[in-house]
């Protein structure tokens, strides 16, 4: 680390310290941009806003944690690079889905500066939680292709819950909470949450991809999972990776979809074993994967008080879940 960047990170420290912030489940979250930022990535948005250089051939995958990022990260890298790996070889077989697609402020700014950005093939891909409005200047002002995915708020808490209760220090089965948390549902309903409030997240992405449709693409997991195939084409499209008719005859998208399916990729040995950023069984990133899953977790009334805010903050915005 030279002078320069000590004065960096010297800076960005003394920025952090002085934010807003809130002991929430399991981690520490600031406000910063009126969104939620956890600990661990906080320091990375800021550097990244300041030093990220965007390519106009990036490709960026935006989303809240727990809607589908793992699935777009693979079904991406397998659109992107299918002329150099034949589903049969895909470097997905040997590699979880992050090591080949990271995120920009978690893995590539996470302490501040950073890392590992000249060894990436082009196009680029990486993924990104941070809200459209915190999202490095030179991004915006590119013509970069962004991915956002959502998913249904009550499946993503679900899932978000799951997640949290399998990092390693919560790892012991019978010391797990049986039901969700009443303090981290209300915390959720506040919008404290990493990258939240949840509503301003999606609605910022969605007035984007109104606005500037050959620029951002709103998915949906439940999309997703309801016609795989035509949102393959879909994506493959709007990545200017259009697949061919030849291809298409061939069964290529079929085979695109089997590879990066849950039941796939969660049968994978590399998924099965690991440890991501210290705290994250890589397994903990592959469990259901199923619409709706959220009834067999919450009460009736959870589920009519987290419907009901879902619709009052989605109201008029032509988005409904
Ligand atoms: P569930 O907890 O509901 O099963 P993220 O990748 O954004 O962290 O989201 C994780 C959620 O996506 C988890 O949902 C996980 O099971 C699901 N998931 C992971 N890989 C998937 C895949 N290839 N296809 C469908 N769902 C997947």
């Not at 990022?69 to 299918?82: D, G």
């Not at 303090?183 to 997240?201: K, M, R, S, T, V």
């Not at 992405?205 to 195939?229: A, G, Q, R």
């Not at 705290?279 to 469990?287: E, G, K, L, N, T």
Request: charged residues 20%.
């Amino acid at each position: 680390v030279n002078e320069n960047e000590q004065e960096l990170q010297n800076n960005i420290e003394k920025l952090v310290t002085a934010l807003p912030q809130e002991n929430s489940y399991h981690f520490r979250q600031y406000k910063y941009n009126g969104t939620w930022f956890p600990s661990f990535s906080i320091r990375g948005v800021i550097s990244s806003q300041l030093l990220f250089q965007a390519d106009e051939s990036d490709i960026f995958l935006a989303s809240l944690p727990k809607c589908g990022t793992t699935w777009l990260r693979a079904l991406i890298f397998s659109i992107v690079n299918r002329g150099r790996y034949k589903p049969k070889d895909s470097p997905l077989l040997f590699k979880p889905p992050h090591d080949l697609v990271p995120n920009i402020e978690i893995d590539h700014f996470r302490d501040g500066l950073p890392q590992n950005l000249e060894q990436l093939s082009r196009p680029r891909i990486f993924t990104t939680h941070v809200p459209y409005a915190s999202l490095p200047n030179s991004i915006k002002a590119s013509n970069c292709r962004i991915v956002y995915v959502c998913r249904n708020p009550l499946d993503t808490v679900v899932s978000y819950w799951h997640f949290l209760n399998s990092m390693v220090k919560n790892n012991n089965a019978s010391a797990r909470p049986k039901r969700i948390d009443d303090e981290f549902l209300n915390e959720y309903c506040l919008g404290i949450q990493a990258y939240g409030p949840f509503w301003y997240n999606t609605l910022e992405y969605w007035k984007v991809s109104l606005e500037k449709p050959e620029s951002v693409l709103f998915m949906t997991y439940e999309d997703l999972k309801e016609d795989p195939i035509f949102q393959l084409k879909k994506l493959a499209s709007f990545l200017g990776f259009q697949f061919s008719a030849e291809e298409e005859a061939e069964g290529l998208i079929e085979e695109i979809s089997t590879l990066c399916s849950l039941g796939n990729l969660k049968s994978l040995e590399v998924n099965q074993k690991g440890i991501r950023l210290s705290i994250i069984p890589v397994s903990a990133y592959f469990r259901k994967g199923e619409v709706g899953d959220y009834v067999n977790h919450l009460t009736p009334s959870t589920v009519e008080t987290l419907n009901k805010l879902v619709e009052e903050k989605f109201a008029g915005s032509g988005l409904v879940f």
